[in-house]
């Protein structure tokens, strides 16, 4: 647990490519940004954003002279060169997979593999850019590759990890208890974690995590859901709710500022 014993709060501001139905996130820039700032006074940390392409020094700009949430650039998915202009834009952390993507929702698959070399060149990168980390833990491979980088001096604590569940497809692993301890148990030192769950199971396993001293990441890229069956209005009112949770749990939920302290930012 960090020093703060605060939670840090991710918000995913992203369409959700398993429930298409719900239509609640921001389908444009100037919506996006509106998102983000107001999930920054629902109480977030972090917001986790697949910048606009072509839009993404502009977009981090505009986000900033609002608010001083940190900005994680998404889409690990995307190669290198496809992520040219995240690296320009320069946000505070930029999401990293740990090995190969192997999802599938209901209107799109994703089938890319990232090799080690790859996770080397982003570490050099991400370092020429004074761009933290974020790391994409899928299952126990993640951490073989996580340690080889760390055994090469490419990386520097903390190691900030996103563990995920029940992402549909070949890296797939349930929201269980007995998945997220197992995965806790064998995380490399120096670690500070957060949890993505898709599905119904959110809930659960974030309660427990927190409980744990670990972090959650919730919004509507993962579950746009407030509860089961009923769709949340925005972003911000899933943000709230979990705010509200962890600190029900007897842990605030940490600013960006103190935020920027428990990452090593």
């Known amino acids: 647990m960090n020093d703060y014993n605060k939670m840090v709060l991710t918000a995913t501001t992203a369409n959700s490519w398993i429930y298409p139905e719900c239509k609640n996130w921001a389908e444009n820039v100037d919506d996006l940004i509106d998102d983000v700032v107001h999930c920054y006074e629902a109480g977030a940390t972090i ?81 020429n850019h004074k761009i933290k980390p974020e790391w994409e833990v899928w299952h126990m491979g993640s951490y073989w590759n996580l340690n080889c980088l760390i055994e090469k001096g490419l990386v520097e604590q903390p190691h900030i990890l996103t563990l995920f569940f029940n992402w549909p497809g070949g890296t797939w692993s349930p929201p269980t208890a007995d998945e997220y301890l197992h995965r806790i148990n064998y995380m490399p030192n120096g670690c500070e974690h957060t949890i993505s769950v898709m599905g119904d199971e959110q809930t659960k396993i974030a309660t427990l995590a927190i409980s744990k001293g670990g972090n959650v990441r919730v919004g509507t890229e993962d579950y746009p859901y407030i509860k089961k ?23 605030e939920v940490a600013t960006p500022s103190e935020g920027r302290k428990i990452l090593g930012i």
């Open 47 to 127: 917001a986790h954003i697949h910048l606009p392409r072509g839009k993404e020094i502009n977009t981090v700009e505009r986000i900033r002279e609002r608010c001083d949430i940190l900005i994680q650039a998404g889409m690990s998915s995307d190669s290198i060169p496809e992520r040219k202009g995240d690296f320009e834009a320069k946000p505070d952390m930029m999401s990293i997979i740990l090995n190969h993507h192997d999802e599938h929702f209901t209107q799109v698959s994703v089938n890319k593999l990232h090799p080690l070399n790859e996770l080397e060149e982003y570490c050099k990168k991400c370092l």
């Open 229 to 251: 069956g009923v769709p949340a209005k925005n972003n911000a009112e899933i943000v709230a709710r979990m705010k509200r949770i962890s600190e029900e749990m007897g842990r």
